[in-house]
């Protein structure tokens, strides 16, 4: 790991964009095909509850989208520790917090490449934080640092 420490990594947001423009496309071809032509003017029909769900979809995506991208969600990890951060709240997990850190197996699907789950265990929480290191940005780094400090740190 020849980076500079303590590294920072944003996560992506990708999905929901093209996602919403998906929506809005078959949104669009829907209307158009289920509209009709009348004197040369194009009517489209709101009321068609197809219609009303995309609409539904598309305004809970553009929601969603919007507070993913004001919460903005980082993590950093250090020498001895490493920080989940939101504009809301961060949680600094200092190496004697951390019980075990379980780095899951390649799990292979239709994605351009493997995905792999990180599981972080802490003794005061029932569950684990799991990370999805391809949902951020520089995906093979944070597995590369995740790995490291595993390594350097004995978990």
Known sequence: MGKQLPLTFEKRFDFYWKSIAIYCIVLIIYAVLRGSIEAG????RISDPLVILLAIII???IIGYLISI????TIIIGKDYITLKTRIRELNLPVSQISKIVIGREIVTNLKRPMRIVKIYI????KPFRIRPNSFWNDKELLEALIQFKKNNNK
């Open 41 to 44: 003017t194009l009517t489209l």
């Open 59 to 61: 305004v809970f995506s």
């Open 70 to 73: 004001w919460k903005s969600p």
């Open 123 to 126: 003794p005061t929480r029932k």
